[in-house]
């Protein structure tokens, strides 16, 4: 059974497109400078496309927080978009065409398209949250998660009861990446554990997933991390079914009512997100990767304060030492090039 669990693959439907406050505007004429981040009617436009919901409490509501920085800091007008496959081109063309002078992709499936049609529109800068290609106008910021996930995966090697831990989400390279950082920790902290992972080729049908948590449950984890997005309540609902403790990941997510969550592998993404616009809006951005991580407090490990009583001092200290040697540059944990 648990053999089979590690090549799970689970056939989802596509969501469909949902546009959000999206206004009219024409395309920037050639002539214009490239420098100017000015729309014609000389407002700082900038849009977000995500691949979920921005009210998940995890990966894309901590991307529209960014984008709601970028407003209420750089005076920016903002709007937002739910796209996936083949919709996404069409979605980053009509922001580009109705002058948008920055567009975020939060996503590495964001960052091919992005750099394709910043050739179309080399007045608009597009930026992904993950990948590697860039252009004059075209780029992307990667965050260091997998160091979140890699405490994540050393406390839950020293707490699993069953020593079987489990991953569960989108199969996307930058997910792939975090839980290869969390069975680094696990490893580390335990180098029997056992580490299974279910990868999803979509996350928005919450039955699915929550039926691929309680299947690798049933098969002995009783420590889960997510990247499951919107669907994280589905991985949170199942552990507390089942008994099993799990981990939030991108945002915050200890306050979830399950009461399942022990810490949680964080992306504090406002401050790059700012900082990135606000170069686009003064003319200042080259495209290139920006690689972002604990040492820029970009990224966290957090216990769940409610949960803090129920995990052993040494495993604490164990941990906590862990994130002092990451910021360190003692510990270096594995990622994957993409």
């Not at 000389?42 to 995890?58: E, H, N, Q, R």
């Not at 992307?140 to 998660?145: A, E, G, K, N």
């Not at 554990?193 to 080729?201: H, R, S």
Request: glycine fraction near 10%; include cysteine.
């Amino acid at each position: 059974m648990v053999k089979k669990l590690k090549s799970i693959v689970g056939v989802l439907g596509l969501a469909g497109l949902v546009l959000a406050g999206c206004t009219g505007g024409q395309q920037a004429a050639k002539g214009d400078s490239p420098s100017s981040a000015q729309a014609a009617d000389g407002s700082f436009k900038v849009a977000l496309i995500t691949p979920g919901s921005v009210s998940d409490a995890g990966w894309n509501a901590m991307a529209f927080a960014g984008l709601q920085a970028i407003e209420s800091e750089l005076g920016a007008e903002i709007t937002n978009a739910e796209a996936t496959g083949a919709k996404i081109r069409d979605v980053m063309r009509t922001y580009a065409q109705e002058d948008y002078k920055l567009i975020f992709g939060h996503g590495f499936e964001y960052n091919a398209p992005g750099v394709e049609l910043a050739k179309q529109f080399p007045n608009t800068v597009f930026i992904s949250s993950s990948g590697a290609e860039t252009a004059t106008n075209a780029g992307s910021f990667r965050f260091y998660l997998e160091q979140g996930f890699y405490l994540a995966g050393m406390m839950g090697a020293k707490m699993s009861r069953n020593k079987h831990l489990a991953m569960v989400g989108l199969n996307v390279p930058s997910i792939v990446s975090t839980f290869r950082g969390f069975e680094a920790g696990a490893k580390a902290a335990d180098p029997n554990v056992k580490v299974t992972t279910v990868l999803l080729t979509d996350t928005k049908d919450a039955v699915a997933v929550k039926q691929a948590t309680l299947q690798v449950i049933e098969a002995g984890a009783d420590m889960i991390i997510h990247q499951a997005n919107e669907a994280a309540r589905s991985v949170f609902d199942a552990c507390k079914e089942k008994g099993a403790m799990a981990f939030g990941s991108n945002a915050d997510q200890n306050g979830d009512t399950s009461g399942v969550v022990l810490a949680s592998a964080v992306i504090v993404a406002k401050p790059a997100f700012v900082e990135v616009a606000r170069q686009v809006k003064e003319g200042k951005y080259q495209g290139g990767v920006t690689f972002i991580g604990m040492d820029k407090g970009a990224i966290d490990f957090i216990v769940n304060p409610a949960k803090a009583g129920q995990i052993p001092d040494d495993v604490k200290a164990a941990v906590e030492q862990a994130k002092q040697d990451i910021l360190a540059g003692k510990i270096v944990v594995p990622k994957d090039e993409f």
